[in-house]
């Protein structure tokens, strides 16, 4: 059979290629993400509508044990540890902060902090302790004992471990955190919601929090509507499937950082827990 029966005219083959590449770019539509980054594979950032409105970041925990990402925590505007070094205080200033060959994929404020933008809790920033550890008990959302850290060591492994808990495995030289952040309550602890929760509760608020989750992954949540603590919590239980997570603060001080979705908080806060991109 002659060879010219399958040739197509030039101009056809053109416009069924460009036509071809044009669907391929086109995003799936799914009606429970409103947008999702990138790089799904190592991390990821989707805006969800059940079982209330919220933004959740997630990264692979395996993205961690390569050089090209990094989960760190950002206080002061310099290395120096005076007293007077000021806060960064907002994403802006630690935009503007980083290497050109750095980007910053998503942030979020890393916990409670006081007057002076300083954190009241724990606070470790690459092997140096900022804050010692807080075990005392006192009133606010920071002593609704039991609270934790979120903190992981030189290797990237992120770990959510209860106050005291962590108090032991520090002493006994278990622990060794390269990058920590001390909040409180506890959310999820061991595949239990904090005790102290009621799922009547009528206190509801913005609310933010981490969990390290079954299937390998860290997930950052901010909630997009008021919520109470068991709700915030049985999210990260049972949606989210996070055996282990922390709450990290609220109201006018819960703030995301996540282009990926279009947030972009002009809040101010104290110690900051971004996902770092280095390029080569």
């Not at 071809?20 to 790089?39: E, G």
């Not at 994403?91 to 933008?117: C, H, I, K, R, V």
Request: aromatic share 10%; with cysteine.
């Amino acid at each position: 059979m002659p060879s010219s029966i399958f040739r197509f005219p030039y101009s056809l083959l053109a416009a069924a290629l460009v036509a071809l590449s044009i669907s391929a770019c086109q995003p799936t539509d799914d009606n429970n993400h409103d947008a999702i980054s990138s790089d799904g594979k190592n991390w990821s950032c989707q805006a969800q509508n059940t079982p209330f409105a919220y933004s959740v970041c997630r990264i692979d925990a395996k993205a961690l044990t390569d050089t090209r990402y990094s989960l760190q925590l950002f206080w002061q505007q310099s290395d120096s540890n005076a007293d007077n070094n000021q806060p960064l205080l907002t994403f802006d200033a630690l935009l503007a902060a980083l290497p050109s060959n750095q980007t910053l994929n998503f942030a979020m404020n890393a916990g409670m902090y006081n007057e002076n933008y300083a954190p009241i809790g724990y606070t470790v920033i690459e092997g140096r302790e900022r804050r010692a550890l807080n075990v005392k008990e006192g009133g606010g959302n920071f002593h609704l004992l039991p609270n934790g850290v979120m903190w992981w060591d030189k290797a990237g492994k992120v770990q959510i471990t209860e106050s005291k808990a962590l108090d032991s495995q520090l002493k006994n030289g278990e622990a060794q955190p390269w990058y920590a952040t001390q909040s409180g309550p506890m959310l999820v602890i061991n595949n239990e919601i904090h005790p102290q929760f009621k799922p009547d509760s009528s206190s509801l608020k913005l609310r933010n929090g981490a969990g390290v989750c079954s299937d390998g992954s860290i997930q950052f949540v901010n909630s997009e509507t008021p919520v109470s603590f068991y709700q915030f919590a049985a999210l990260f239980k049972d949606d989210l499937n996070c055996p282990n997570a922390l709450f990290l603060d609220g109201g006018i001080a819960s703030a995301l950082y996540a282009p990926s979705i279009d947030k972009h908080d002009k809040k101010e806060m104290g110690v900051i827990m971004g996902l770092i991109e280095t390029k080569n």
